[in-house]
């Protein structure tokens, strides 16, 4: 079976319209060598991702982080902190701000943990519902990126990009 080389030219509606307003779309470009680079469509992917991501949850304040660690805790209750910034692959220092925002909304709640210096993430009943509502726009945003891809497609590309992120 041939590999199908992307087609960095191909018109799309929904690429032009994640482009800043003014912006020329970048398949107008010659990519040179960058057109075979996985490193490179990866992150050109994940700027679409991350464009999209910002779409999809606009007005939420939950950025790609917080629903990350949204998600986390609730399908991982009683996560240690430790546990849940491995999990993240962040520092532990980084997740004080992050579990202080996801509290203060009233999301996630910190209770004791098995030892007095440990502490375990749950979320409140509030971050139960919260993340149904997160997880549906997760749906659309999904759906939105890969929108051009068929099932099959779809299936093959998050198992690559799971073996590759070792998950």
């Keep these: 079976m041939a590999i199908r080389k992307p087609d960095l030219h191909a018109s799309s509606a929904r690429r032009r319209a994640a ?40 007005g939420t304040r939950v950025t790609p982080a917080r629903y990350t660690a949204l998600e986390l805790i609730g399908s991982n209750p009683g996560i240690r902190p430790a546990d849940l910034a491995s999990a ?4 532990r220092s980084n997740l004080v701000a992050l579990i202080r925002f996801l ?15 440990e502490k375990a993430l749950h979320l409140s009943d509030t971050g139960l519902r919260t993340l149904g509502e997160m997880r549906r726009r997760l749906a659309c945003h999904d759906q939105a990126l890969t929108g051009e891809l068929s099932v099959a497609e779809r299936q093959q590309l998050t198992r690559l990009l799971a073996r590759i992120a070792s998950i």
């Design 19 to 58: 482009l800043p307003h003014g912006a020329p779309d970048r398949a107008a470009f010659d990519h040179g060598a960058l057109g075979d680079s996985l490193g490179y469509l990866i992150h050109l992917a994940e700027l679409a991702n991350l464009q999209l991501f910002a779409h999809a949850f606009a």
């Design 88 to 91: 993240m692959a962040i520092e």
């Design 103 to 117: 509290t203060q909304c009233g999301w996630t709640r910190v209770e004791a943990g098995p030892n007095r210096r």
